[in-house]
Antibody, heavy 122, light 105 residues
Framework: EVHLVESGGGFVQPGRSLRLSCAASEFTFEDFAMHWVRQIPGQGLEWVASITWNSDATDFADSVKGRFTISRDNAKNSLFLQVSSLRVEDTAFYYC???????????????WGKGTPVTVSS | AIHLTQSPSSLSASLKDRVTITCRASQDIRSALAWYQQEPGKAPKLLIYDASSLERGVPSRFSGSGSGTEFTLTISSLQPEDFATYYCQQCNGSPTFGQGTRLDI
């Protein structure tokens, strides 16, 4: 079964940084674009960032542009989100998600992890 | 950014009811729309992509339609496991999600 497991979340002060990771298994990771989506508990979904299967392209929501970086290591089946200059409003559950079809960059997400919580507070 | 508005925001229905949720986009997104279901405490699940294509493994009671700026998700006969929150997502450029529709018994 296709599996995504996020890690790296935690409690941090405003202005600090975290590196979120997503470990993928049971699919050919290098063939699929990957995405990060966040959700404040009890609220809606917000797309954060995406990366193509070969890292040729990355995209970011305006709310995180310049502060967050997305990357991947296909040899290690891993996806990363470097979150910097954190703000209170970045507090959310962060999900990694897999693109639904190989070699596509359509932002359709067919498999999601369980998420990792990030809390930004002084 | 393209804004999506879902209606209604919440909906009460009964088992075997037919329900329809609408998603309106602030500009033409052709058919670049997906629908997701999210149960409490769980990650979202992809139901529909390209506005009307049923994701593998999703029951046929779910269907999507529309193009341009107006889209609908229809559940033909509600089952107990369908009571959840539903989100539309536009994928015409940087993706955005609708605010969600909570479906209660």
């Amino acid at each position: 079964e296709v599996h995504l497991v996020e890690s790296g979340g935690g409690f941090v002060q405003p202005g600090r940084s975290l590196r979120l990771s997503c470990a993928a298994s049971e699919f050919t990771f290098e063939d699929f674009a990957m995405h990060w989506v966040r959700q404040i508990p009890g609220q809606g979904l917000e797309w954060v960032a995406s990366i193509t299967w070969n890292s040729d392209a990355t995209d970011f929501a305006d709310s995180v542009k310049g502060r967050f970086t997305i990357s991947r290591d296909n040899a290690k089946n891993s996806l990363f989100l470097q979150v910097s200059s954190l703000r209170v409003e970045d507090t959310a559950f962060y999900y990694c998600a897999k693109e639904s079809r190989p070699w596509k960059y359509d932002f359709y997400m067919d498999v999601w992890g369980k998420g990792t919580p990030v809390t930004v507070s002084s | 950014a393209i804004h999506l508005t879902q209606s209604p925001s919440s909906l009460s229905a009964s088992l075997k009811d037919r329900v329809t949720i609408t998603c309106r986009a602030s500009q033409d997104i052709r058919s670049a729309l997906a629908w997701y279901q999210q149960e409490p405490g769980k990650a979202p699940k992809l139901l529909i992509y390209d506005a009307s294509s049923l994701e593998r493994g999703v029951p046929s009671r779910f269907s999507g339609s529309g193009s341009g700026t107006e889209f609908t998700l229809t559940i033909s006969s509600l089952q107990p496991e369908d009571f959840a929150t539903y989100y539309c997502q536009q994928c015409n450029g940087s993706p955005t999600f609708g605010q969600g529709t909570r479906l209660d018994i």
